[in-house]
């Protein structure tokens, strides 16, 4: 059983930065693949960013590529997005997410960048882009 909490969202303006973090009240944090995911009104959710349990590896959408960075602090029990350089697209909810336990037998791509592998889900935080 793992909680997870977003907060951090809100309205940014085109071009500006925007942090949000992904609280766990997990006491097995540093077992959980951590991702985040996003979904806009009328569209599926969708894969932003995902981090290992040691934070050893990182993977990122085609859309967020080099805008966006994913990181954790196991000590902390929280899971960051740090969004740069956004834009009015980035606008959607986004959702954190956990993988516990961690998926074995699967390409590391496709364990950490698919909804389906995840087990537990934050509530979302809103997150809008104004243009």
């Known amino acids: 059983q793992v909680q997870l909490v977003e907060s951090g969202g809100g309205l940014v303006q085109a071009g500006g930065s925007l942090r949000l973090s992904c609280a766990a009240s997990?006491?097995?944090?540093?077992?959980?693949?951590l991702g985040w995911f996003r979904q806009a009104p009328g569209k599926e959710r969708e894969f932003a960013a995902a981090?290992?349990?040691?934070?050893?590896?990182?993977y990122y959408a085609d859309s967020v590529k080099g805008r966006f960075s994913i990181s954790r602090d196991n000590a902390k029990n929280t899971v960051y997005l740090q969004m740069n350089s956004v834009k009015p697209e980035d606008t959607a909810v986004y959702y954190c997410a956990a993988q516990d336990p961690p998926r074995t037998g699967q390409a590391m791509g496709v364990r950490l960048t698919r909804a389906y592998q995840y087990d537990f889900w934050g509530q979302g935080t809103q997150v809008t882009v104004s243009s």
């Open positions: 981090i290992t349990t040691s934070g050893a590896r990182t």
């Open positions: 997990g006491r097995t944090f540093s077992n959980y693949a």
